[in-house]
């Protein structure tokens, strides 16, 4: 039997998201999408848990039309009258993940709301009864959802998804791996094709790559001696196909001209800077260099936060054509993913 599972992921990333779901289980069947969740049916749940390209997947447990303008509470109340739970399919759900306490949370457009526990004081005993858990409102390891969307729908749903890389764990300026596995799907890599990132960092773009990806080199540089070390430490020679280096994107000389398929970077944003004019020089000579190393056919995929400093070296380069761009939200800041490809 089919479950109907729901997965979040970065917003204005839909049909992205939509394409390589279907790529990745092979029986799904999408039942809708909203900017930034999914929600669809599967028999896999081996594959459903082990998505690189959402932020958290849950098993929906009920879902009903509601109405924005009355309280949470209220429509809350409305959708556990009319829950009729199936514990042997939560129960199949909740094996694998080995928890024992459990908490109900309520979502309201995106903010986290207090509950009225007379209306849940009856679900939490059922929940608990049936599946064996116990209610801990305090360190819960398990967590049930009521989520209200602005699309006016509202779910319940069981969290499956734990072992998330948490933003503490992040380096600042460290891209989420989900984010970098979406950016480098987009670069349409295969077995023979020659990938760079120019602007490595910690090397999350790479990472995603040699991790997940089919590629035939990977070059991953960076001008900070620091990080490259680091990475480089990292993967201690141990794959032959990645080559990490000490490198200024802006003279790649190393590279002959058209020798790279796909890159897929985040240069700096330097948003703070207020020396505009220095930024979109720096954008144009950077755009200049990977247009040089690029193939005719080849891809290039930026993540970036200064829209203007960057579309205005993009206008006055006038060597990329913009075949897509993505907004996104980037920590809470607008940045785009832009898909360029070389004018012929
Ligand atoms: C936005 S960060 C990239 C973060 C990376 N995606 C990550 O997840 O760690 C931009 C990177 O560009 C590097 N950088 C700045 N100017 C550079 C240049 N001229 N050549 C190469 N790298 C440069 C910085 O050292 C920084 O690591």
Same mark, same amino acid.
């Given at each position: 039997?089919k479950?109907?599972y !729901?997965?979040?992921?970065?917003?204005?990333?839909s049909?992205?998201?939509?394409?390589?779901?279907?790529?990745e289980?092979?029986?799904?069947e999408?039942?809708?999408?909203?900017? @930034? &969740?999914?929600?669809y049916?599967?028999?896999?749940?081996?594959?459903?848990?082990?998505l690189?390209?959402?932020? /958290?997947?849950?098993?929906?447990?009920?879902?009903?039309?509601?109405?924005?303008?009355?309280?949470?509470?209220?429509?809350m109340?409305? *959708? !556990?009258k009319?829950?009729? *739970?199936?514990?042997? !399919?939560i129960?199949?759900?909740?094996?694998?993940l080995?928890?024992?306490?459990?908490?109900i949370?309520?979502i309201?457009?995106?903010?986290?709301?207090?509950? %009225?526990y007379?209306?849940?004081n009856? $679900?939490? =005993?059922?929940? =608990?009864?049936?599946? /064996?858990i116990h209610?801990?409102?305090?360190?819960p %390891?398990?967590e049930?959802?009521?989520?209200r969307?602005?699309?006016?729908?509202?779910?319940?749903?069981?969290k499956?998804?734990?072992n998330?890389?948490?933003?503490?764990?992040?380096?600042q300026g460290?891209l989420?791996?989900e984010?970098?596995?979406?950016?480098?799907?987009?670069?349409?890599?295969n077995e023979?094709?020659?990938?760079?990132?120019?602007?490595?960092?910690? @090397?999350?773009?790479p990472?995603?790559?040699?991790? /997940?990806?089919?590629?035939?080199?990977?070059?991953?540089?960076d001008?900070?001696? +620091?990080?490259i070390?680091?990475?480089?430490k990292?993967?201690k020679n141990n /794959?032959?196909?990645l080559?990490?280096?000490?490198?200024?994107?802006?003279?790649?000389?190393?590279f002959e001209?058209?020798?790279? %398929?796909s890159i897929?970077?985040?240069?700096?944003w330097?948003?703070f800077?207020?020396k505009? +004019?220095h930024?979109?020089?720096f954008?144009?000579?950077m755009?200049v260099? $990977?247009?040089?190393i690029l193939k005719?056919?080849?891809i290039?995929?930026? $993540?970036? @936060?200064?829209?203007?400093?960057? +579309?205005?070296?993009?206008d006055?380069?006038? &060597?990329?054509k913009t %075949?897509?761009?993505f907004?996104?939200l980037?920590n @809470?800041?607008?940045?785009n993913?832009?898909?360029l =490809?070389k004018?012929?």
């Open positions: 039997m479950n109907c !729901v997965s979040t992921f970065i917003s204005g990333l049909s992205v998201i939509r394409q390589l779901i279907i790529k289980i092979a029986d799904v999408i039942i809708q999408v909203f900017d @930034g &969740l999914i929600v049916k599967t028999k896999d749940l081996d594959k459903v848990c082990k690189k390209f959402v932020n /958290n997947t849950f098993l929906l447990l009920g879902l009903q039309k509601t109405n924005l303008d009355t309280s949470f509470n209220n429509e109340s409305k *959708l !556990v009319r829950l009729n *739970l199936n514990f042997s !399919v129960k199949e759900h909740i094996k694998p080995k928890k024992k306490n459990f908490k949370m309520a309201d457009k995106n903010k986290p709301v207090s509950i %009225d007379h209306i849940t009856n $679900l939490e =005993s059922i929940i =608990s009864s049936k599946l /064996n209610i801990n409102k305090r360190n %390891d398990l049930f959802i009521f989520l969307r602005t699309e006016g729908i509202m779910l319940f749903m069981l499956l998804t734990y998330r890389v948490t933003e503490k764990k992040l380096a460290e989420r791996p984010l970098a596995y979406l950016m480098v799907s987009l670069a349409n890599l023979n094709k020659i990938v760079m990132d120019p602007f490595c960092g910690y @090397g999350s773009i990472k995603q790559i040699v991790r /997940n990806f089919k590629y035939n080199m990977c070059f991953a540089s001008n900070n001696e +620091e990080l070390k680091k990475l480089k990292e993967y /794959n032959k196909k080559f990490i280096k000490q490198r200024d994107a802006l003279n790649l000389s190393y001209d058209n020798f790279i %398929d897929v970077t985040d240069p700096p330097n948003i800077d207020k505009e +004019e930024f979109t020089k954008y144009r000579k755009l260099e $990977l247009n040089r005719d056919d080849g290039l995929i930026v $993540l970036m @936060g200064n829209i203007l400093d960057f +579309e205005k070296a993009l006055d380069v006038n &060597l990329f %075949d897509e761009v907004k996104i980037v @809470g800041k607008k940045a993913i832009y898909v =490809s004018y012929k």
